[in-house]
């Protein structure tokens, strides 16, 4: 790699083009410059501002831009501005939901007006985004809906439908009851139907459109003389609208490199780097390809990659913003994992192995006792996002009612969260089938506890487990579930117990 670190896993200067460069850490973890640019934090330790750097021995001509960032009370980009001689070039604002999803954009371009004069436009380009749980699976503006289907628990896409937004119009249409209201007076003007009838007419329109009338709809029908077909005759009809439709191929992080049309044709392809920076595109029938790692959307007019709760420069690996959950999320707050060729990040956040110290045994460090590697005495439990920003946590426990519990007696769910972990692993990348695997599991009834080993109980059925032997399996079990390996699973569950 063409650069230095520093123990963080903060980029320092280019050793071979700065032999002399003496800098040894950031401080903060906050990069104040590198090849490109000068860089400004706030006292919340979120990117301000980003400025064209002058080389050294250069002449300074007052032509460089300045990126500029602003933000909400949630730390989250709000507000994004380019300028060149103090001119604007681009402007872009952002809006968010409760949730803290990006809804839409409005983006102003530098243009010439009619009088000649450049400046921005006065009418903006408005996006609109829609969701399917922390997955972006819509993005519409006034010329297409791009549409994405996703592997199943994943971030990793299958499928794009483009459908233009002059055909979307042509699929509007008015509702049976609508047209029979329209037109059911007797002098050919429009009458209101009671809501009761609204609903059985929206459900009798629902059932002919699917091809399965009921029997209760033809009694119906027939009582009033009338016929499925009679009431078929008087529906507005249905507009198909063309799209086009492409199949993802991407590697094994998740990243597209290809569309693949019906026929089988390339119609997009593109070659990144490491750190999702494009690198190259064939792209001869212009289409919007904006997924690059697994969770992030491309914005062409800052050059950041949205990634749901925050903002990624591939330029420099790392976020603009600290990660919300602090230091649960690591000692480095701007941190993207550092091998991305096989680690992800598409929330911006990261699910962990939490250890701690035994409560019944004490300890200040990781461990209960001397706090070094190899001592087996420790607490060990999961935690995973909560899609809020945070971590939900669940781990193994003894009941704690009689003195023999602790040795073997009834088990019960741990009260553990994440701030009270003395340290914390990355055991899987964001998978939201993992995830919600591991929030049924931390709802289950417990097995009986055993401070030993599951190896160590007479019957190693996952009868007994210690909080260490529950959380390895429950995290084993949920990976092999969520990439369909059933065989696996039981001969898991022959030797544990645990499905």
Known sequence: IPYATDPAGNRLPDPELHPDSTLSMWPDNRIARDAHYLYRYDRYGRLTEKTDLIPEGGIRTDDERTHRY??????????????QYAEPLVESRYLYDPLGRRVAKRVWRR???????????RKPQVTWYGWDGDRLTTIQNDRSR???IYQPGSFTPLIRVETATGELARTQRRSLAD?????????????????????????????????????????????????VEQMQNQMDPVYTPARKIHLYHCDHRGLPLALISTEGATAWCAEYDEWGNLLNEENPHQLQQLIRLPGQQYDEESGLY????????????????QDPIGLKGGWNFYQYPLNP???????????????????????????SGPDIWGNPFYHQYLCVPDGKGDYTCGGQDQRGESKGDGLWGPGKASNDTKEAAGRCDLVETDNSCVENCLKGKFKEVRPRYSVLPDIFTPINL?????????SNDSLETCKMKCSGNNIGRFIRFVFTGVM
């Not at 060729?341 to 461990?367: A, F, Q, Y």
């Open 70 to 83: 602003h933000y909400d009370s949630q730390h989250r980009l709000v507000h994004y501005t380019r300028t």
């Open 306 to 321: 949205y990634n749901r709760h925050r903002y990624y420069d591939p330029l420099q690996g790392r976020y603009i913003t």
């Open 111 to 121: 243009e010439r007006d009619l009088t000649g004069w450049m400046s921005l436009s």
């Open 179 to 227: 047209a029979l209201q329209q037109s059911g007076g007797e002098d050919g003007g429009s009458v209101v139907f009671p809501p009761v009838l609204v609903q059985m007419l929206d459900r009798l329109e629902s059932e002919i459109l699917a091809d399965r009338v009921s029997e209760e709809s033809r009694r119906w029908l027939a009582s009033c003389g009338l016929t």
């Open 146 to 148: 791009i549409q994405t």
């Open 341 to 367: 060729i096989s680690n992800i990040d598409p929330l911006g956040l990261e699910t962990l192995k939490c250890i701690k110290p035994l409560h019944s045994m004490g300890g200040t460090g990781e461990r």
């Open 462 to 470: 996952g009868l007994f487990k210690n909080c260490q032997d529950w």
